[in-house]
């Protein structure tokens, strides 16, 4: 009988799909391969790679002595070390001459000047969505904000609303700027009713996907009828939230997208998908 299971075994294993690799969009490889678990059932693994070239500048000479021929038991390897017969420590720098300290203290003084000139020089950041713009010009402010104010407890001030000075009627005001902010408050209305009911709020993404890989996941079946997506990230660390906003052309498509993926599986997640709820009055 063992013999027989061996051999079925065995053929089972030779029956298995050859890997597949797929190039993704964003440079990644997704490598599907098959294989057999301790019950004999095939299982599907799925490998996601990113390849990353990096560029090591060496004096000209050390480049040329890693190419020498290696003797001896090394005979006939590949040039650098082979790490079954070789053990590799950290770098140990010759410092020559007695200022090597004053060298290495303005070293690490022009690093850290480079360092503030790098922080002075980065754009403009979203605190809601991460985006690079103004946080009073975010597209997703009157849906991002209500989940920051009902964190925090604390509503944050609005530019658009009028301030107690601004409301106080001391003067003559002119017909054409009489109810101007009524008028201008009832039309953002409208249309942040509008965006709202074709915007979805997504939950419970796993933080390590970015919006590349969500989108091409997750969203591709629905990629030429969505206006914009957000991706929720944290102003500090740049990861994600687990919160993704989807805009998408009307709110019968946004049904049918919700409809398709509300509890659907996702990286060890559950996604969650609902309407974006609009913002508390203020």
């Given at each position: 009988m063992a013999e027989v299971a061996r051999s079925n075994w065995a053929d089972a294993e030779e029956e298995l799909?050859?890997?597949?690799?797929?190039?993704?969009?964003?440079?990644?490889k997704t490598i599907i391969s098959y294989r057999l678990n301790d019950a004999g059932k095939k299982v599907k693994v799925t490998q996601k790679i990113k390849e990353i070239k990096i560029t090591e500048?060496?004096?000209?000479?050390?480049?040329?002595?890693?190419k020498w021929a290696k003797f001896g038991a090394e005979e006939g390897t590949a040039p650098g070390p082979d790490f079954r017969t070789t053990q590799v420590g950290e770098p140990v720098y010759l410092r020559l001459g007695?200022?090597?300290?004053?060298?290495?203290?303005?070293a690490e003084e022009k690093q850290k000047e480079e360092s503030k000139k790098a922080s002075v020089g980065q754009g403009i950041r979203c605190r809601l969505c991460g985006g690079s713009h103004f946080t009073s010009k975010c597209p997703f402010k009157d849906t991002l904000g209500a989940d920051i104010e009902n964190a925090s407890g604390t509503p944050e001030p609005s530019a658009a609303?009028?301030?107690?000075?601004?409301?106080?009627?001391?003067?003559?005001?002119?017909?054409?700027?009489?109810?101007r902010n009524k008028d201008e408050f009832a039309e953002k209305d409208?249309?942040?009713?509008?965006?709202?009911?074709?915007?979805?709020?997504?939950?419970?993404?796993?933080?390590?996907?970015?919006e590349q890989t969500f989108r091409?996941?997750?969203?591709?079946r629905f990629e030429r009828v969505i206006r914009r997506v957000t991706l929720v990230k944290n102003r500090e660390t740049g990861r994600s939230k687990g919160?993704?906003?989807?805009?998408?052309?009307?709110?019968?498509?946004?049904?049918?997208?919700?409809?398709?993926?509300?509890?659907?599986?996702?990286?060890?997640?559950?996604?969650?998908?609902?309407?974006?709820?609009?913002?508390?009055p203020r």
């Open positions: 799909p050859s890997p597949e690799v797929i190039e993704n969009k964003d440079g990644t500048k060496v004096h000209p000479d050390v480049a040329r002595r890693k007695t200022q090597w300290k004053v060298i290495e203290k303005e609303s009028p301030t107690p000075e601004l409301t106080k009627t001391t003067g003559y005001i002119a017909p054409h700027l009489r109810n409208l249309s942040v009713e509008k965006e709202e009911s074709s915007t979805l709020r997504f939950t419970q993404i796993n933080e390590n996907i970015d091409d996941e997750v969203l591709q919160v993704a906003y989807v805009e998408f052309d009307t709110p019968e498509i946004a049904q049918k997208a919700r409809d398709a993926l509300d509890g659907r599986g996702y990286h060890s997640l559950i996604l969650r998908v609902d309407f974006s709820k609009p913002r508390a």
